[in-house]
């Protein structure tokens, strides 16, 4: 990765009244710092630095500092942004000088790069357990990202550190440590469909049975009344006969 041109501005004021100052200028303070130097404020321009974070898209900047006037240009590492938690707007930037020459340790990104057969039909996804890898190398050969091949990964296959190649420098990061994994696709939907079926069965039988309790009822009823019906017919003609 090539290095990052960024414009810096020499700050002579610190202190809270005089960032909010700096901000409603279009800068943003920041604070340059190293092994073997002082550390020196200067500004940012607001918007060229936003631009620039927008194109990094998470990967690790290191910068080439210019300044109008100076004699010679710094290589410094973005170590830290400070941000407004409501509104996310940028309120202060650290920079760490690298030396020349000398080598740099970064937690540079992991891409995963391939098409993987079990994760396009729906049967596994990737679980990723580490988003970057601790590399050291010089600041000007510094990767953008590391690749992890998941094409030809089966369920439940994992890549460690150890599986993966930086093509410059040297991977830090525990070799036996987990990069990522293929786990299998949690299925919820048919467990729910066959508990629902197996509910509407029972409703089922349920009714039915219901709907036989109350045709038997019915039905003693009905013969309840003929039985009346056949009595006081009887009890009828029995009353004529002893009239007659």
Do not use: W
């Amino acid at each position: 990765m090539g290095l990052i041109n960024l414009d810096i501005y020499p700050r002579s004021t610190t202190g809270k009244n005089a960032n909010r100052r700096t901000r409603a200028g279009g800068r943003v303070p920041a604070v340059l710092y190293g092994r073997d130097r002082a550390s020196e404020n200067m500004e940012l321009d607001a918007h060229a630095f936003d631009v620039i974070l927008s194109h990094l898209a998470g990967s690790s900047a290191i910068f080439r500092l210019v300044q109008e006037g100076a004699s010679e240009e710094s290589i410094a590492l973005l170590r830290e942004i400070q941000k407004n938690p409501v509104t996310d707007k940028i309120l202060h930037v650290d920079l760490m000088e690298i030396p020349r020459g000398v080598p740099v340790t970064v937690a540079v990104a992991v891409q995963v790069v391939g098409t993987n057969a079990t994760i396009k039909n729906g049967e596994g996804s990737v679980a990723m357990a580490l988003n970057s890898i601790d590399v050291s190398c010089l600041p000007s050969q510094l990767p953008d990202y590391l690749e992890v091949d998941v094409t030809e990964m089966e369920l439940n296959d994992k890549i460690l550190v150890k599986d993966v190649t930086t093509p410059v420098g040297e991977i830090l990061t525990d070799p036996e440590a987990l990069v990522l994994n293929i786990k299998a696709a949690a299925v919820f939907v048919e467990e729910e469909e066959e508990l629902e079926e197996g509910a509407e069965g029972a409703e089922g039988e349920e009714g039915e049975g219901d709907e036989d309790g109350d045709a038997d009822k019915s039905d003693d009823k009905s013969d309840d009344k003929s039985d009346k019906k056949s009595d006081k017919k009887s009890d009828k003609k029995s009353g004529k006969k002893k009239d007659d």
